[in-house]
Nanobody
Framework: QVQLVESGGGLVQPGGSLRLSCVGS????????MGWVRQAPGKGLDWVSD????????YYADSVKGRFTISRDNAKNVLYLQLSSLKPEDTAVYYC?????RGQGTQVTVSS
């Protein structure tokens, strides 16, 4: 079955950086677009970024454009999200997503 496992979250100061990873299995990883969504405390899911199957086309929410970078390594079945210039409002659980399926998420907390 499809499995997505995120990692890389943590506590970081404002202005800091993190790299999130998501390992996918149970499907042809390179054949599909994938993305990241996040859920801040007490709020709903927000779309963050998508990338096409080949890794050539990327899309970002306005709130993260210029600060986050999505990428993938199809040889390793891994999806990445590089978070830079982090702000307190980026605090959330981050999930990778494949056609409605999400992993368990990884917590990102931005605080001084």
């Amino acid at each position: 079955q499809v499995q997505l496992v995120e990692s890389g979250g943590g506590l970081v100061q404002p202005g800091g950086s993190l790299r999130l990873s998501c390992v996918g299995s149970g499907f042809t990883f390179s054949g599909y677009s994938m993305g990241w969504v996040r859920q801040a405390p007490g709020k709903g899911l927000d779309w963050v970024s998508d990338i096409d199957g080949a890794g050539h086309a990327t899309y970002y929410a306005d709130s993260v454009k210029g600060r986050f970078t999505i990428s993938r390594d199809n040889a390793k079945n891994v999806l990445y999200l590089q978070l830079s210039s982090l702000k307190p409002e980026d605090t959330a659980v981050y999930y990778c997503e494949w056609y409605g399926t999400r992993g368990q998420g990884t917590q990102v907390t931005v605080s001084s």
